[in-house]
């Protein structure tokens, strides 16, 4: 059975850091596409960053390219989500993906002054 756990959430003021956490069981690492989504209130949920399966490649939303870092830990069956220079625009609830079927729980990231 395909579990996905997320931690690490938490609030932080504009330009500091955050790292999201997604813990995997139940299939292999490099048979789906494993990423986060994130969704704010009042928005349709959004993919953020992926790993492509098929060779490792990473992908970004525009928004956040050159601020948030996707990397995954397959011994530890580990997939991470380095947050830089946060903004208010971020704050979502973000969740963890895998082959945009299998969803975590979600894990709530506040981006305030």
């Known amino acids: 059975q395909v579990h996905l756990v997320e931690s690490g959430g938490g609030s932080a003021q504009p330009g500091e850091s955050l790292m999201l956490f997604c813990e995997y069981s139940?299939?292999?690492?490099?048979?789906?596409?494993i990423g986060w989504y994130r969704q704010a209130p009042g928005k349709e949920r959004e993919p953020v960053s992926c790993?492509?399966?098929?060779?490792?490649?990473?992908w970004y939303e525009d928004s956040v390219k050159g601020r948030f870092t996707i990397s995954k830990d397959d011994g530890q069956r580990m997939v991470y989500l380095r947050m830089n220079n946060l903004k208010p625009e971020d704050t979502a609830v973000y969740y963890c993906?895998?082959?945009?079927?299998?969803w975590g729980q979600g894990t709530q990231v506040t981006v305030s002054s």
């Open positions: 993906n895998l082959g945009d079927y299998w």
């Open positions: 139940g299939f292999g690492p490099n048979y789906y596409n």
């Open positions: 790993i492509v399966s098929s060779d490792g490649r990473t």
